[in-house]
């Protein structure tokens, strides 16, 4: 399980990395992305990512979305902003707010929470490997180095 944060410089940078990491592992690993929420600042995105979900525009937006935010600085803390980015996906503003409003996302959210206080996360990224090793930034020098362990516990669970 990747927890992550759309707002997260860390977890943005890292995404290049774990999508080839992924390629090199299909067939071999369950992955499953989380959006991390340990805080009511967290909910907004994690509410994205469920619309996302909801609407099966995930693989086209979780991209773009991060890129929209750390490399074009773009402005999306708002419902009728993220709208507007979602309408650049072709997703009608009505669509999108009844969505992202719905209890379908309410209740993707409510399991997020959920799963961030088993697994007693702190922030993120947060890696969960086996549903038993939790693996954050406080654990590595840099993200090279956070991947290089999930990596290695995958590997070590392998065999």
């Known amino acids: 399980i ?3 944060w759309y707002d997260c410089q860390t977890c943005f ?8 990491w992924l390629d090199t592992q299909q067939g071999k690993v369950t992955f499953r992305r989380v959006p991390a929420v340990v805080g009511t600042h967290m909910l907004y995105f994690a509410r994205a ?14 991209a773009p979305l991060y890129e929209a935010l750390h ?4 402005a999306l803390a708002r419902e009728d902003e993220l709208a507007a980015f979602f309408a650049e996906h072709g ?26 206080r088993s697994y007693e996360l702190a922030g993120a990224p947060t890696f969960i490997v086996a549903g038993k090793y ?7 020098a840099n993200a090279s180095a ?3 362990t999930v990596a290695s516990l995958v590997e070590r669970e392998q065999r």
């Open 91 to 116: 997703v009608e503003r009505n669509r999108f707010l009844s969505v992202f409003r719905g209890s379908a996302v309410a209740a993707g959210v409510r399991n997020a929470q959920t799963l961030a």
């Open 71 to 74: 490399r074009h600085g773009r």
């Open 146 to 148: 956070l991947l290089q």
């Open 13 to 20: 940078v890292i995404q290049p990395a774990l999508a080839r």
């Open 2 to 4: 990747e927890f992550f």
């Open 49 to 62: 990512f469920y619309t996302a979900e909801a609407l099966g525009l995930l693989d086209q937006v979780h």
């Open 134 to 140: 939790r693996v954050d930034p406080t654990m590595a």
